[in-house]
């Protein structure tokens, strides 16, 4: 079946450390979205990007940074630079007539 | 800038009780989706409905239905004779018909639904 696949499902991440969160589809979307979710919060996109090899940033992208080198992949990296990482993150793509499909998150905790 | 306004941001209700979750949108553009979605304690985000800016039919499926009122910016999600599996939080999202903009979806703060037994 066509999906959004996240891994890892939990982080831990020591101060300092920059970690790499995945974010796999087999859809055949263009657009991919991350997502930043905080405990009681709605979610915050970070990044996305509409094709390969090219990405935007979004309303909250301080301290993290993406790639998009393969259509299927857009992973996103949390710097040392984001002083405040322990979230929930959400990968989706976007297929045709606005079906966004979300993968099942990331739980980033900084230890 | 589109923007995503959920007021409630927890609603406890008893079994059998009907629930009306509020949701108010603001864009500039004529064309445009809305969302709602269901958050279940796992994390995973469910789809509920997408409907666009040119159709103002209500909908009904089964226990949910959402009124879209363009005329006041809502689209009002009511859940009827809740059940405890319905306890989410639900979150109303808007996306915007521009691809320049990167058809971006923007969510609201969400609306914790307890219902209890």
């Known amino acids: 079946d066509g999906g959004i696949t996240q891994s890892p499902k939990y982080l831990f991440r020591k101060e300092g450390q920059n970690v790499t969160l995945s974010c796999e589809q087999n859809l055949n979307h263009d657009a991919m979205y991350w997502y930043r979710q905080d405990p009681g919060q709605g979610l915050r996109l970070i990044y996305y990007s509409q094709i390969v090899n090219d990405f935007q940033k979004g309303d909250i992208a301080e301290g993290y940074s993406v790639s998009r080198e393969k259509k299927e992949s857009f992973p996103l990296t949390v710097t040392s630079a984001q002083k405040n990482p322990t979230a929930f993150y959400l990968c989706?793509?976007?297929?045709?007539?606005?079906?966004?499909?979300f993968g099942s998150g990331t739980r980033l905790t900084v230890v | 800038a589109q923007k995503v306004t959920q007021a409630q941001t927890e609603i406890s209700v008893v079994e059998k009780e009907d629930v009306t979750l509020d949701c108010v949108y603001e864009?500039?553009?004529?064309?445009?989706?809305l969302f709602w979605y269901k958050q279940p304690p796992s994390g995973e985000l469910v789809f509920l409905i997408r409907r666009n800016s040119f159709d103002e039919q209500n909908e009904i499926s089964g226990r949910y239905s959402w009124n879209f009122q363009k005329s006041t910016s809502s689209f009002n999600f009511t859940i009827t004779a809740s059940q405890v599996v319905d306890s989410a939080v639900y979150f109303c999202a808007l996306s915007e018909a521009i691809k320049a903009a990167g058809n971006k979806l923007t969510f609201g703060g969400g609306t914790r639904v307890l219902v209890k037994p």
């Open positions: 989706a793509s976007r297929g045709r007539n606005y079906g966004y499909t």
């Open positions: 864009t500039r553009d004529t064309t445009y989706y």
